[in-house]
């Protein structure tokens, strides 16, 4: 099949996949009760912070340990502009989103020449530089004490805020998309299976994978954002080792490299990490065996297990 007709596929694909899903989160407040709604919206704040990491790892094959700094950075970055300079939000909100993406670009020049195991450490590195300057500049981000910052709208209500944050993660998914289908994306699957190839084929490898880093930050600083200003109050938790080990594990469970995988993969982790918080000190116990048994069972995600499970029912059907 040609590969034109091969892309259209996968694209019709994804939006048979996609659409169910979103009508279906479009329909929640009609039958849940606000505090669902609360960790549904949470959940859709991962969703985007997962997918614009499985642009990185999943179809670019770099392995960054710093996507939750860049959340940090863009919902600071606003919150700071508020606090010190009076900022509004509609000008503080698109500030925060370039400060995460130009600090990606310059994480991703000084860095992504690097490979594997070193880039990991690399990124990890400054991903815990970020937490603890944002911990310890206490007189300017109020450390742990946690900085305050003004609503996104003047109402509680959560049924606003859920189809804010439903709005800004389908309009992310949908460029998200776009650029996988467009040729940078082919530019990426080309550096995630072999770059030395890639090279030889003229690519300029160095060149795109900044240019992915930098929207991939831009996305998550996005997320950050306006997660800043729903939740009002920051911290340094945001950027935490153990957000990342979250993002990660959402989309490995969804399925790494594949479109839907974080959108698959981000509400079931989320929701068992909500409901397991009242364990305590065991939660994390316990879903380090559920996310034991799922990678014993779900070899490569969700997404994948369902689509060899669609090929196999197929010829059945076509014979029967």
Known sequence: MPARLTGHAGALRDAAFALPVVLLLAAMPLVTGAYLLHVLTITLYYVILAASWNL????????SLAQQSFAAVGAYGSGLLIKYFAFPLWASIPCGVVAAALLGWLLGRMVLRMHTIYLAIATWAFAE?????????????????????????SN????????????????????????????????????????????????????????????SSAFAGLAGAFYAHYTIVLSPQMADFGEMAKLIIMVVVGGLGSFMGPLIGAPPVQIAMTYLARYGEWDMVIFALIVIVLMRTTIGGIVPLAGRAWSRLRPRRGTA
């Open 156 to 215: 509680v209500r959560p049924e606003a805020y859920y189809y804010t944050f439903l709005g800004l993660a389908s309009a992310s998914l949908l460029l998200m998309h776009l650029l996988i289908r467009s040729p940078l994306g082919y530019f990426m699957r080309a550096i995630r299976d072999d770059e030395l190839r890639a090279e030889s084929m003229g690519i300029d490898t160095t060149r795109v994978k900044v240019m992915v880093f930098t929207l």
């Open 129 to 153: 530089t970020i937490h603890i300057v944002l911990t310890a500049a206490y007189q300017i981000t109020r450390g742990e004490l946690g900085l305050s910052v003004p609503a996104l709208y």
């Open 56 to 63: 990185l790892a999943g179809y670019t094959g770099q392995f």
